[in-house]
Nanobody, 125 residues
Framework: QVQLVESGGGLVQAGGSLRLACAAS????????MAWFRQAPGKEREFVST????????YYKDSVKGRFTISRDNAKNTVYLQMNSLKPEDTAVYYC??????????????????WGQGTQVTVSS
């Protein structure tokens, strides 16, 4: 079992930055690939980024490449999403997710077994 709790969301102006964190509990965290998804009002949940169990391999949605950076600290059982140059279209609830796999490039939500409760990110124009 892995329990996930996100933090770091908030209101920011376009062009600004936020750093999301996802704290995980469970002895297998260091063996789980982790991901961030987001869901805007009236839209389906969409993939943002994933990171392998050791942080060595990352994968991003095209629209966030060069602006967002995913990372993890296994000693702290935490995964991060650094978001720079934020745009109004980045506004959404951001969710942390975990899979028992060591690595995956899957952008499909059903591929991830554990989910956090989400944190709201609002980017004003």
């Amino acid at each position: 079992q892995v329990q996930l709790v996100e933090s770091g969301g908030g209101l920011v102006q376009a062009g600004g930055s936020l750093r999301l964190a996802c704290a995980a509990s469970g002895r297998t965290f260091s063996r789980n690939a982790m991901a961030w998804f987001r869901q805007a009002p009236g839209k389906e949940r969409e993939f943002v980024s994933t990171v392998s169990w050791n942080g060595a391999v990352t994968y991003y949605k095209d629209s966030v490449k060069g602006r967002f950076t995913i990372s993890r600290d296994n000693a702290k059982n935490t995964v991060y999403l650094q978001m720079n140059s934020l745009k109004p279209e980045d506004t959404a609830v951001y969710y942390c997710a975990a899979t028992p796999k060591l690595f995956t490039t899957s952008s499909s939500a059903p591929a991830y077994e554990y989910w956090g409760q989400g944190t709201q990110v609002t980017v004003s124009s």
